[in-house]
C-alpha cells in the first residue's frame, strides 16, 4: 500500500524529472538537481516548488537536508520563499548574470586546485584498479556508465553517475585509505558553474559524449588489466575535463 511519503516521491519524479540522490553531501546534490530542474526550465520561472515535505520524501532525506538546499538557491537568487504560501522560482532569471552572483570569487580557483590534485591520484588509481578489480567493480562501473548516458539522453541530471564512475574506480584499488580519500575530493564544486557555461553558449550534448567515451576507454582498459593504459587513459581525461570546464569558447 502507497504511503503519503511515496505519493509525495512520485509527484516529485512525475513533475520535476529529478533522479533520486544516493550519494554523501546530500544538500549540495539536491542544490544541484533543482539547479538543473530551474536552469533547463523543467521547473518555469514563477512556479511553485514541491514542499519541503514532498522534496524530502523524494530525495529520502530529512527535511534540514532540504532547508540547506533551499537556502542556497536563495543566497543565488534563483528561489524566493514566501511566508505561508511556499517557494517559488525567481520570475528575472534570464536577467541574472552568467556566474551566481552569490557564488565565491575563489570558486575558479577552487576547481583549478581540485583538478590538479584529480591529476595526482585519479591515475594512479585507474592503475591499480586495473590489478585488483572484481567482478563486482566492474559491474558497478557498466552501472555508472549506463545510467549516466540515460540521464545525459533525457536531458536528466548525470553527474552523480559520472562521480560514481570514479568513486568506483577508487573503490576497486581495494585500499581503504584511497577510497577515503578520493571521497574528500570537491568533485562537484564546478558544477553549478558548467552548467551556467553550456546553457550560455557551449554544446554540453557533445561535451558529455567525450566524456562518456573517454569513461568507456578508461573502463575497457581496466577490465583488460592493462595497468599503464588504464593510468594514461585516465590522466588524459581528467586533463580533458579540465579544458571542457574552464575552456571560455565553443568547441567547433
Not at 142 to 158: S, T, Y
Not at 172 to 194: K, Q, W
Not at 200 to 214: F, G, I, K, V
Request: charged residues 30%.
Amino acid at each position: 500500500m502507497a504511503t503519503d511519503a511515496d505519493n509525495h516521491g512520485n509527484f516529485a519524479r512525475l513533475e520535476l524529472g529529478l533522479e533520486p540522490v544516493r550519494h554523501e553531501r546530500f544538500a549540495e546534490r539536491i542544490y544541484d538537481s533543482l539547479f538543473h530542474s530551474i536552469m533547463t526550465g523543467k521547473l518555469a520561472s514563477g512556479s511553485r516548488l514541491p514542499s519541503e515535505v514532498q522534496l524530502a520524501a523524494f530525495f529520502q532525506v530529512s527535511r534540514p537536508v532540504v532547508r540547506q538546499a533551499l537556502h542556497q538557491l536563495r543566497q543565488d537568487r534563483l528561489v524566493e520563499s514566501i511566508r505561508g504560501s511556499g517557494t517559488y522560482i525567481q520570475a528575472n532569471l534570464i536577467s541574472m548574470p552568467a556566474v551566481p552572483a552569490a557564488r565565491p570569487v575563489t570558486s575558479m580557483s577552487d576547481i583549478q586546485h581540485g583538478l590538479e590534485l584529480r591529476l595526482v591520484i585519479e591515475p594512479e588509481c585507474a592503475y591499480l584498479a586495473a590489478l585488483r578489480r572484481k567482478s563486482r567493480d566492474l559491474l558497478r562501473m557498466e552501472e555508472m556508465l549506463d545510467g549516466f548516458e540515460k540521464a545525459a539522453e533525457r536531458g536528466d541530471v548525470a553527474h552523480h553517475f559520472d562521480y560514481g564512475f570514479h568513486e568506483t574506480i577508487a573503490r576497486a584499488t581495494a585500499n581503504p585509505r584511497i577510497a577515503r580519500m578520493f571521497g574528500t575530493l570537491e568533485y562537484d564544486v564546478s558544477h553549478a558553474v558548467n552548467l551556467w557555461r553550456h546553457m550560455a553558449r557551449m554544446e554540453p550534448w557533445q561535451r558529455t559524449r567525450d566524456a562518456l567515451d573517454e569513461h568507456r576507454e578508461i573502463f575497457k582498459l581496466i577490465s583488460d588489466r592493462d595497468a599503464e593504459g588504464a593510468r594514461r587513459a585516465m590522466r588524459s581525461h581528467v586533463e580533458k575535463a579540465r579544458i571542457r570546464m574552464l575552456e571560455p569558447t565553443p568547441e567547433i
